[in-house]
Nanobody, 115 residues
Framework: QVQLVESGGGLVQPGGSLRLSCATS????????MSWYRQAPGKERKFVAT????????DYADSVKGRFTILRDNAKNTLYLQMHSLKPEDTAVYYC????????WGQGTQVSVSS
């Protein structure tokens, strides 16, 4: 039973920073690629970032390149998303995702960027 639990969301002003965490259990975290997705109100869920098993490689959506960093701590079975220079367009529910095989979603955490 895979479990992914996001935390760290909240309200931040434009230009601010926030770090999201995803605590995982129920699988071999170090053997799984991991990703972040987000879903804004009235929109479909979209890819944000992904990271390889070791953390050596990562890829990002064009909309967040240069501002967001995906990180993982295999010793803690935890995935992170470090977000800088936040914009109102970043407002969304952010979801942790375990890559295939045996994919799984977290419950999401709300990020609101507003002055």
């Amino acid at each position: 039973q895979v479990q992914l639990v996001e935390s760290g969301g909240g309200l931040v002003q434009p230009g601010g920073s926030l770090r999201l965490s995803c605590a995982t259990s129920g699988f071999s975290f170090s053997l799984s690629g991991m990703s972040w997705y987000r879903q804004a109100p009235g929109k479909e869920r979209k890819f944000v970032a992904t990271i390889s098993r070791s953390g050596a490689t990562a890829d990002y959506a064009d909309s967040v390149k240069g501002r967001f960093t995906i990180l993982r701590d295999n010793a803690k079975n935890t995935l992170y998303l470090q977000m800088h220079s936040l914009k109102p367009e970043d407002t969304a529910v952010y979801y942790c995702y375990k890559n295939l095989p045996n994919s799984s979603w977290g419950q999401g955490t709300q990020v609101s960027v507003s002055s």
